[in-house]
């Protein structure tokens, strides 16, 4: 495996920041931690990006303009337009490494999650809008912003080191309160990180030893379509899977330890923390807690979780893999782009989810295949899943076991859609294994409308 200098400059951040993140712990004056942490997450931009760097700047101050000056029913709209196209003209023209794209995507969902916070915060209390259907309420999004963002807090929140990297997204609410809560010197957060930094190291090593044999650069050469058959170049993108996946949770682990060890995300285990959320339950116990109250409280970081692995190795379907992989942006997109969609159908709703990923992912024809998968998939499989449901678990477990299997089975075909990066090589791989599980799913379409035929 090559480490080129992007590669170094981009892990050698995340372990710059989450060294310094535990001298941010011990700040107590607010407005010095919030410039602390402005500060890092601007050199940290500046490391990553280099001169690109007025990209970063052009997107926050676009959104400062849009966020500050426009009309509150209209001001998502607006943000995610001019972000949303300024990430498509990052992929294709300006981003010289994926690390730097993993960057402005995670400032995008933080300033467009902003002005959908907004959004909502003027439906809420403004007497000139109607008010809100209580089926688009949300567990914890009956809390109000207390003031709304300057421009300056945007800037802050933006650059914020925390999370610049890749992920964890986290909304302006928690942010905000952030910095009056005495939990973050409470928890006990080096123990958490310490995990984390375990983690990081046994899947490097997983990583490591696959990549001394197994390769995406192979998918280039004539060797492989001309000395192995179709059955051979199905299988090799099992070991590259697991790579794709070892490397997420790496990346992962590193980002959130860079959380832990600033004491960020950090909550009581009775606020039932989730996932880009934050506290769910009790609500209220947060604005009246105190450090002597603090003390006594048990503690969990599931607001940063990205991973649920149980599920997401042994789920038996694909809604469990979709919902359990990087968590806090599938939360990002359910409560931005689903939910807000009240309005049309669930099968329209979730494809307007997918093309929305699709395009701050990368507008390529890699992305655009692997979400129009996904979608009929996930579809089918819930069709399917009402045909045969069956309460017994007898006859619900062969069900469950065709069901995971094929969704490894899909897994592994989509694999190439993440790792090829040409279109012409992801094109000619494809071709030479005949799209075959797309006929597949084809033919599973066709076999679902009959059914549905028969049975009405």
Not at 27 to 40: P, Q, S, V, W
Not at 74 to 87: E, F, K, P, R
Not at 108 to 129: C, M, Q, S, Y
Not at 251 to 270: D, R
């Amino acid at each position: 495996m090559e480490i080129g200098l992007n590669e170094i400059i981009y892990y050698f951040s995340l372990l710059i920041c989450m060294s310094l993140g535990s001298y941010y712990r011990k700040i107590d004056d607010i407005e010095t931690k919030r410039n602390y942490g402005a500060g890092l997450g601007i050199l940290t931009a500046c490391l990553i990006c280099g001169f690109q760097i007025y990209h970063c700047v052009l997107m926050v101050w676009g959104n400062v303009v849009i966020i500050k000056c426009s009309d509150k029913r209209y001001v998502h709209h607006l943000s995610m337009a001019y972000t949303w196209t300024y990430l498509i003209y990052m992929y294709y023209y300006a981003a010289t490494s994926q690390y730097v794209i993993w960057l402005h995507q995670a400032m995008a969902l933080k300033l467009v999650g902003l002005a959908f916070e907004i959004n909502n915060h003027d439906k809420r209390t403004n007497p000139n809008r109607p008010p809100m259907p209580n089926n688009t309420m949300t567990s914890g999004d009956n809390q109000v912003m207390t003031t709304e963002p300057t421009a300056v807090d945007i800037i802050t929140y933006s650059f914020f080191f925390i999370g610049i990297h890749k992920g964890p997204y986290y909304r302006w609410k928690t942010f905000e309160s952030h910095f009056s809560e005495p939990f973050a010197t409470l928890g006990d957060c080096r123990v958490i990180t310490m995990q984390k930094l375990k983690k990081v190291a046994l899947c490097s090593m997983g990583f490591l030893l696959l990549s001394t044999r197994y390769s995406a650069k192979y998918y280039n050469a004539d060797s492989f379509y001309r000395d192995h058959n179709t059955d051979y170049r199905f299988l090799y993108n099992i070991p590259l899977l697991v790579m794709f996946f070892l490397q997420n949770q790496m990346v992962m682990a590193l980002s959130t330890a860079v959380c832990t060890e600033a004491g960020f995300g950090v909550y009581p285990a009775k606020c039932n923390p989730l996932p880009g959320h934050g506290p769910s339950e009790h609500t209220s116990f947060m604005n009246v807690v105190t450090a002597e109250t603090a003390l006594a409280e048990e503690y969990n970081f599931g607001m940063l979780k990205c991973f649920e692995n149980g599920k997401l190795l042994l789920g038996p379907k694909m809604k469990d893999t979709l919902r359990s992989w990087d968590m806090p942006t599938v939360y990002w997109f359910w409560i931005n782009i689903y939910k807000n969609m009240s309005k049309t159908n669930k099968e329209t709703r979730s494809a307007c989810s997918y093309l929305a990923w699709t395009l701050w992912c990368g507008a390529d024809l890699q992305h655009f295949i692997l979400a129009a998968t996904l979608w009929v998939y996930v579809n089918l499989e819930l069709e399917f899943s009402g045909i045969f449901n069956t309460a017994r678990q007898m006859k619900r477990l062969p069900w469950e076991i065709g069901f995971s299997l094929m969704r490894i089975l899909c897994l592994i075909y989509l694999t190439p859609c993440v790792i090829i990066k040409d279109t012409s090589v992801f094109l000619r791989y494809y071709n030479s294994i005949y799209w075959i599980y797309h006929w597949f799913l084809l033919g599973s379409i066709i076999v679902a409308i009959a059914l549905q035929k028969l049975l009405n």
